[in-house]
Every structure is written in C-alpha cells, then in structure tokens.
C-alpha cells in the first residue's frame, strides 16, 4: 500500500519517507483540504512543517521501538532468571552426583527441547573417563554410550563450550559412533575442569537451534557447580568411609579372631535395618533413609572403637589361666606327685580341660576345688598346689574372665563414646553415638553399661545387639569354632524368649535369614545405599 500512495499521489498531496535505525517504513501523507486557498507565504513554509512533523513521528516509533526491545530483553532476562532459580533450586537438592544429573534432564524435558534421546556422562575427580549416569528416551543407553567415545565429544571437553551439530555426517569429528543426525553438547564445568557432559540428539537433522543451545547453556552453568560439588561430596564421603573401614579393621586387628567382625557387624545391620524397612507386620510405621543406613553403618563399624583401651592381654584371652600359669601348675602337681607318691597325670589333664572349657559343671568345680586343698610339704615349707587366684578362675561359671577383667570389658561402650565424642559428626548423624554406647544394653536392665530398660533404647542399637551376637556364634573365636546359623538363632530365640533383645527383630532375622545374609553380601561392593534400600534383594 505503502508503494502504491509513493507511486500515485493524490494532487498536491506531499510525502515524507518515514525511518527507523536508516530503514523505510513509510510514508506520512499530507494533503491541504478540498477548500484549501493556496498561500504563497504559507506554503512555502508547509514542507518544513511536514519534515518536523515525520521527525516527531519518527522519534515516537523508535521510542515505542525501544520501549518493546526492553520490554522484550527484560522478560527474556526474567525468564533466564526464573530459569536459574528454579534449576538451582532443583539440581542443589541433592548432594549425590547422579540426582543432580537426573534433575538436569528432567529440567531439559520439562523445556520442551526437541531431543529424543538425552543422557548425562559424569567423570570422577582424578578420572579421565566419562561414565553414564542416567539417560531418557527409547534404547538411549544404547545408542548414546558410545558418543563419549567420538572426537566430537572430546573436543567438546577440551573446549569446554557447548556445540550443536545438526548434520553430524558431515563433521569430521564424527565417525557415525551413534544412530544420530543432531546432536547437541553441553560441558558441565566446575572449578575450570569438565566433570560432566549433557548429550541430547535425534535421528531427525536440523533438529536444535541457537536458542536452545542458550536455554541449555544456561542449565549446564548451575548444573555444573551441583554437580561439581556432588563429585566432591562423594570423594569425601568415599575418603571418610574408607577411614572408617580402616579404623574397624585396625581395631579387629587386634585379636585375629575378630577379623573383619565390626564389618560384619556394619553389614549385617543395615542388611536388617532394609528387612525392617520393608516389613509391614512388626514395624508399620517404621522406614529408614539412606542417611539412616548410613549412620548405622558407621555405628555396626565403630561400635567396638572403645576396646583400644582394653588391655590385649583380656581382650585376647583364650582360657581362664594363661598358658604360662597353667605351665607352673603342671610343674607343682610333678612336685606333688614327686612327694606324695601318686601319680595326678589324669587330674592335671582335666584341669587343663576345665581351663579351657566355656562352662564348669558339678563335677569339674569337685576336681577344681580337691586339687586346690591339696598342699606340696617339703620339710617344714609348704605350697598349696593352686592359690587362692588360681582356683577362682578355674571356678569361673562361665566364659574366662574375672569379674574385674569382665568389667574392663564392659567398659568399652563408654570408652567409644569418649573416643568419638570429640568428631564433628554431621546432623545426620545426631544418633551415632547413643547407637554405639546402647549397642550392649538389654531390654529387661540387664545389660551394660547404663542398664536402660526397653523405652530408651533405640531401635538401632536393638538392631546392633542382635547381629553383634550372630556374627559373634557363627564365627569362630578363640575360646570357641564356628557355629551354625540354626545355633545362632537358637541363642537368640533364647534371649529374646528371656525378655532381654528385641523378640520382633529376632523373629524377622530368623524369617528372613537368607535375604539378610545375601544383602549383606551385597554391601561388600559398597553400593549406593539409595539403591540397596530401594533396590529388591536377590533371591
């Protein structure tokens, strides 16, 4: 229209181009009324009017021009700010690297890109390989693990700057590793290094455009600081978990009959920590967290930490009598034997039974004590064939060890607290050391070394209690071989049955005894504990 007014003015009608930044966008028409009186004067001065005039409308357009542009740049602003926030409110939700991965892909998803396929490659500090982490789309495993192998997504970590190929047959970077015609490549950077890679293609070419490639960049920006951090978070948990293993080891170490005990310990309860988890008969209401596990894995591999201040020689104790006492014991009785004229061979022998047997009955308490009243004369002297120590000891009812050297022992729960006490252990972690200092008290009071009653003492450390006397039937000691399971659970019943450990958690152990063994065994590869809560356990 514009065109045909230039090209066919009315009569007398005058014309005044009108630009925006140098470019035509048209005309302002002015013509006099049909009763105009032509004016000499007044015309004359009519086309600087009509210039003054198209300058004014002129400045008006490119002020509304203006005016849209920052209207325009301002939401777009706004919408990257939104698109910030809310992406950094979702990709720093988590502190696992593979969370903070797929929260980057849903993100991308709920944009509306046009990608079919999508999948986040994470690579580990100190590591040079990329590593799938989570992926979306039909076979996207498949079809998008081996582009970490192309030139392309090399170049791409070597640059660290995003790229979109939408006709990747024709790059020379590409070597068809993939079913893809577009791709796009977004680096996750943190600290100047690459720790991840956002891949998103289709089989379709011309797929992705500028603007998605700078909706994707501004994702990978927050993306890569979360995950920066996630990576790091997990190489100190890692860092701290083989601390702990170390510890637990060191302190196993001890007494080679113990070895590898408090990591049993550690697995075993997590493992019934998940069949408490997933019971719906004895514990409804009861669920445990990833971060729950957690603490209690650290609490089954610190919760012997106290026995470093046990002396070796009670911690290690295999008999009521060390070899050495018993050795002079032998010596008296071929003294008395020298002297009386009898031969005690067969009664050392017993002794020597008795020293080494976990209980003492009627008849070995008979022997112990008529070997004790007998006395070696020699002239005036005489010597009694055990002291007053000895035959206490041989008396012992059960187990080795004296009541003093039983309350060294006890003390080790307390001497964990206080060897721990000074680590700033997280807030997830507020119950670590109440689970470690309750793990030997019982139900009825009977136990050490607070003698809580049932109500205060946690479910975990009801949890610790019972695999600690599980793993300490079933595996052979010093003072005892190795018993099986079907023993274990026995004893057990029997403690439950007595009032003393939790009778609900010995009843699902015992239900589900090859579940909880087989979980156990699975956290040997130390898995991700999100997945081992959530994951079914192998049959």
């Known amino acids: 229209m514009l065109d045909a007014v230039a090209a066919a003015p009315e009569p007398q009608c005058r014309l005044e181009p009108l630009r925006l930044d140098g470019c035509l966008l048209g005309y302002l028409a002015v013509s006099p009324p049909p009763d105009h009186i032509p004016q000499d004067s007044a015309d004359d001065r009519l086309p600087e009017l009509i210039r003054f005039v198209a300058g004014c409308l002129e400045a008006l357009i490119d002020g509304e021009a203006l005016r849209r542009a920052l209207a325009g740049e301002t939401l777009a602003k706004y919408r990257e700010i939104s698109l910030l926030h809310r992406a950094t409110l979702g990709l720093n939700g988590s502190l696992r690297p593979r969370d903070v991965a797929q929260a980057l892909l849903d993100e991308c998803r709920r944009g509306e890109l046009p990608a079919e396929v999508g999948m986040v490659f994470l690579r580990a500090p100190g590591e040079t390989d990329f590593i799938p982490a989570c992926a979306f789309g ?7 693990d081996p582009v970490a192998n192309s030139a392309l997504f090399r170049a791409i970590d070597c640059s660290q700057k995003g790229e979109i190929v939408n006709d990747l047959d024709a790059d020379s970077r590409w070597n068809q590793e993939a079913p893809l015609s577009s791709m796009l490549l977004s680096p996750l950077v943190a600290a100047n290094r690459c720790v991840g890679m956002l891949v998103l293609g289709g089989a379709a070419p011309m797929l992705f455009e500028a603007n998605h490639l700078q909706y994707i960049g501004t994702l990978a920006t927050v993306a890569g600081i979360a ?34 005990h408090s990591q049993r310990v550690a697995r075993l309860g997590v493992a ?11 514990f409804p209401d009861v669920t445990f967290s990833p971060h729950d596990l957690e603490e209690l894995l650290y609490a089954g591999l610190l919760h012997d930490v106290g026995k470093i201040g046990i002396r070796e020689e009670v911690l290690t104790k295999a008999t009521r009598l060390s070899a050495g006492v018993m050795k002079v014991i032998g010596q008296r009785i071929s003294l008395l034997e020298m002297t009386a004229g009898q031969n005690y061979a067969m009664d050392f022998s017993e002794l020597c039974r008795i020293n080494a047997a976990d209980t003492v009955s009627e008849e070995d308490a008979a022997l112990v004590t008529r070997l004790g009243a007998r006395e070696i ?75 809580l009653l049932a109500p205060d003492i946690l479910l975990q450390s009801r949890i610790i209690a019972i695999v600690d006397i599980y793993d300490a039937i079933t595996m052979a000691r010093h003072y005892k071989p190795a018993l099986p399971r079907e023993k274990a659970l026995g004893v057990l019943w029997q403690e439950a049955r007595a009032g003393r450990i939790d009778q609900r958690l010995v009843r699902l ?3 589900n005894i090859d579940v909880v063994e087989a979980d156990s065994a699975r956290l040997e590869r130390r898995l991700d504990l ?3 809560l959530a994951g079914p356990a192998p049959a």
């Open 377 to 451: 004369r020699i002239g005036d002297a005489s010597l009694p064939v055990l002291t007053a120590a000895e035959i206490a000891c041989l008396l012992i009812a059960r187990g080795n060890l004296t009541p003093d050297e039983r309350l060294e022992i006890e003390r080790h729960p307390e001497e964990s607290h206080r060897i721990l006490k000074h680590i700033p252990f997280p807030e997830n972690m507020r119950r670590l050391l109440p689970i470690i200092s309750q793990h030997h008290e019982r139900l009825d009071g009977s136990g050490y070394p607070g003698k």
């Open 227 to 260: 995950t920066g951090n996630a990576l790091h978070f997990e190489s100190i948990q890692t860092l701290i978990n083989s601390l702990m293993q170390a510890l637990a080891t060191a302190i196993d170490a001890r007494d080679p009959f113990t070895a590898g």
């Open 272 to 282: 019934l920590a998940r069949t408490v988890h997933l019971d719906r008969t004895f």
């Open 509 to 511: 152990l015992d239900d």
């Open 530 to 532: 999100s997945d081992f």
């Open 138 to 144: 039909d076979n996207a495993r498949s079809c998008l």
